[in-house]
């Protein structure tokens, strides 16, 4: 009988069994990490397909961003143009409506514009000095609703008839009452307003006063 002693070799047996499970364990990790990173990889490129989408995007926004700036640029300076047109024209009618001013406030007549449907578009000084209205308190305001010393009734039908076919200018002479109460005679021309080669714009009326019944006043010696 021989006894041989295989401690060692079972105990190497094992150790190379243990060492096999290991690497198996070992091998499956790798494989499911392995897994793992295929499936980040994939995850990254998606991301990265997203972000170039993204990018494409901005960048045809930014664009369209452009395009809108440089539309927007060019309505700016558009408006800046209509802006210094707008000036021009408003410094214009400032200095026609100053000259309007001084040619009827150097008039020795009281004289008063009315449009259309009668409204007073301008009232001169004489006019404020004569029936004591201020031009800011007839200016809008109809003609027919202010008070003052004028009678208006025969005015009516001349009025009408200018703003209809503008004739020849009408006269009257009426007798009217100034604005410290005095008897005067006014002698009223009635004229038509028109634009050239368009229709009427109002009336005219020119106030002269040739009699106002008052006495000379006396002058010092």
Known sequence: VIFSDVTHDVQLQRELEHANRQLETAYEELQSTNEELETTNEELQSTVEELETTNEELQSTNEELETMNEELQSMNDELNVSNEAHREQQ????ALNRFMSAVLGS??????AVDDDLRVLAWNSKAEELWGIRADEAQGAHLFSLDFGLPLEPL???LKRQLSDGSDPDVLVLDAINRRGRPIVVRTTVTRLAYQDEGTAGALLTMDVLDDHEPPQETAG
């Open 91 to 94: 410094e214009h009618y400032f």
């Open 107 to 112: 008039l020795n007549a009281g004289v008063a």
């Open 156 to 158: 009516r039908p001349v």
